[in-house]
C-alpha cells in the first residue's frame, strides 16, 4: 500500500471516531503530514479524503493556500518596487496573515462551515519563508467550530512539525495523522 493510501486510511479511522463538542480549537486540528515529496500524489487524491470524510457523516470543504501570496502582493499600492527590492517585502508579511485570515473568514462564510465540518488546508508549503504555519493556524483554528485538516508537507517527531523538513520547527498541540499511525 503506498504512503498516501496509508495516510488516508489512517485519517479515516480517525475521522470516524464521535467527536468531543467541548474541544478547545487547537485540539480541534490535524495535521495530516506526508513528505514533501508525495505533494504531487497527495494532491491528486484529495478527492479520497473528501470520501471518508462524508462517509464518517460530516461536511467538507477545501482551503487553498498555493495562490494566496502572489494574490495578495499584486493589491499592495507598491507591489512593483517589491519585486525591485525584494528585501523589503519581509516589512509586508503581518499584513500577508492578516489577508489570509480575511480571506478565510470569507471562505467559512460563504462556505457555511459549522460545527460538523471539517476544512482541509492544503498548499501550506507556499508559506515556506513568508509566514509560519504556527502563526497562521492560530489565526484560522479558531474559526473553524468544527475541524480543522492541515495537509502538512514536512515531518512530525515529538510533537516537533517541521515543514518541508525546514531546519526551523515548532512544538503545536494538534492531533498528528501519519501514514505510519493506523
Not at 61 to 73: K, R
Not at 91 to 108: A, D, Q
Request: proline share 3%; hydrophobic share 40%; with cysteine.
Amino acid at each position: 500500500m503506498s504512503r498516501i493510501k496509508q495516510l488516508i486510511k489512517s485519517y479515516k479511522n480517525f475521522i470516524s471516531i464521535p467527536w468531543k463538542e467541548d474541544a478547545a480549537a487547537a485540539q480541534r486540528v490535524i495535521f495530516c503530514v506526508y513528505s514533501e515529496t508525495e505533494e504531487l500524489r497527495l494532491r491528486s487524491k484529495i478527492d479520497e479524503f473528501e470520501i471518508v470524510t462524508r462517509q464518517a457523516e460530516h461536511g467538507w470543504s477545501v482551503y487553498d493556500l498555493t495562490d494566496t501570496f502572489a494574490g495578495w502582493l499584486k493589491t499592495q499600492r507598491y507591489a512593483e518596487s517589491y519585486f525591485k527590492k525584494p528585501q523589503l517585502i519581509h516589512t509586508l508579511l503581518p499584513k500577508y496573515l492578516e489577508y489570509i485570515v480575511s480571506e478565510f473568514k470569507k471562505f467559512i462564510k460563504v462556505k457555511g462551515i459549522n460545527e460538523n465540518s471539517v476544512v482541509a488546508l492544503k498548499g501550506v508549503g507556499s508559506l515556506f519563508g513568508f509566514l509560519k504555519v504556527k502563526e497562521v493556524v492560530d489565526n484560522i483554528a479558531p474559526l473553524v467550530k468544527g475541524r480543522l485538516l492541515i495537509f502538512f508537507p514536512g515531518s512530525y517527531e515529538g510533537n516537533n512539525y517541521r515543514l518541508l523538513d525546514g531546519y526551523d520547527g515548532w512544538n503545536y498541540l494538534a492531533v498528528p495523522i501519519t501514514a505510519d499511525k493506523e
